[in-house]
């Protein structure tokens, strides 16, 4: 575990310009947040269910996810969490974890204690705004996965999945021209989805043969863009991603 | 409780299509659909690809073999002791 440097914060400022506009003092703000870095192992936890959390993990390389365990093993996967995201921000207001936040891939994490993340947010309300904003946005993508569980068929619930994980990256700056990586395998998938990995199979072969994407090894790459969006009925209002200038 | 399984070909909209329908006491309980080479590792074997009453799951099981699929679903109809 070490201590954060100056320009470690990094992807938290890329991360709330992308669905808010920060002033300087703000930016300064976030960067001089004190945090505790740790480098973690893929596929393991990083805050479990019941835990009284002290501090907010931010993400600064690697893949994360919230998930819940049922009897037997069963997992569902509640969300991915890319570079800049701040997957536990609700252990501030919420002391008890509902669920458990773990990596997928091995990942470069900072902790920032509470206490600072609240005093920053008294002393910058717009930055307060940003990350309340950054919650409801949270929530927009669950009233979305719960839409694609419950009425989208497998093949539209991958591609919009796919779709959306694409946004995340572009709109932080880790892909660009319909390429990026996604390290998570078909059982990811399958937990996150609510399908069997023989479903998810099946449906990526569908969309690869009709020329939307290719999957190979950890990286996604969209022939199709328009295809795979009206194959997913993507609609990317739900990110609510700021306009980037030109 | 006497299973029977019958032959049958299965739309999957894959190429897995070698198929079983299995019978309990003479009610359809269950489509066993065998996994073809698409799967790799997980070619061969059976995947449980509908099941009724008791038998539904959204967890849906693969099988090594149909023995193994019998004694999975002989174990979910018998009664609650």
């Known amino acids: ?246 | 409780m006497s299973i029977q399984v019958q032959p049958v070909r299965v739309e999957t909209d894959s190429s897995d299509e070698a198929g079983e329908l299995v019978f309990a006491d003479g009610r359809l309980v269950a489509v066993l659909v065998q996994l073809s080479d698409e799967h790799e590792a997980e070619a061969g074997m059976w995947f449980l690809e509908a099941g009724f009453g008791r038998l539904q799951t959204p967890d849906a099981p693969k099988f090594a073999d149909l023995d193994e699929a019998r004694a999975w679903i002989e174990q979910r109809l018998a009664p609650p002791s």
Request: aromatic fraction near 4%; proline fraction near 4%.
């Open chain 1, 1 to 246: 575990m070490a201590p954060a440097s100056d320009a470690d914060l990094i992807p938290l400022i890329r991360k709330l310009e992308s669905i808010a506009q920060l002033a300087d003092a703000e930016r300064q703000a976030i960067l001089s947040l004190p945090a505790n870095i740790r480098a973690v192992d893929a596929r393991q936890d990083i805050v479990s269910e019941k835990d009284r959390p002290s501090h907010c993990c931010l993400v600064l390389s690697g893949w994360v996810c919230r998930y819940k365990l049922l009897d037997q093993g069963k997992r569902q996967i509640l969300s991915y969490h890319v570079p800049g995201d701040l997957p536990d921000l609700q252990s501030l207001h919420l002391a008890v974890m509902d669920h458990s936040l773990a990596t997928v891939t091995a990942s470069r994490l900072a902790f920032i204690p509470h206490e600072n993340m609240r005093d920053a947010i008294l002393r910058f309300p717009n930055l307060g705004a940003a990350l309340w904003r950054d919650t409801l946005i949270d929530s927009a993508i669950f009233r979305e996965w719960m839409t694609g569980i419950g009425r989208r068929s497998a093949q539209a619930r991958i591609a919009h999945q796919l779709c959306e994980m694409y946004m995340k990256l572009e709109a932080v700056g880790l892909a660009q021209q319909h390429r990026c990586e996604l390290p998570i395998t078909q059982s990811d998938i399958a937990d996150g989805l609510g399908l069997t990995n023989v479903h998810v199979n099946r449906s990526l072969k569908v969309l690869r043969s009709r020329g939307l994407l290719t999957l190979r090894g950890r990286e996604l790459v969209i022939h199709d863009w328009s295809g795979l969006t009206q194959a997913a009925e993507f609609d990317p209002t739900y990110l609510h991603l700021e306009p980037r200038a030109a």
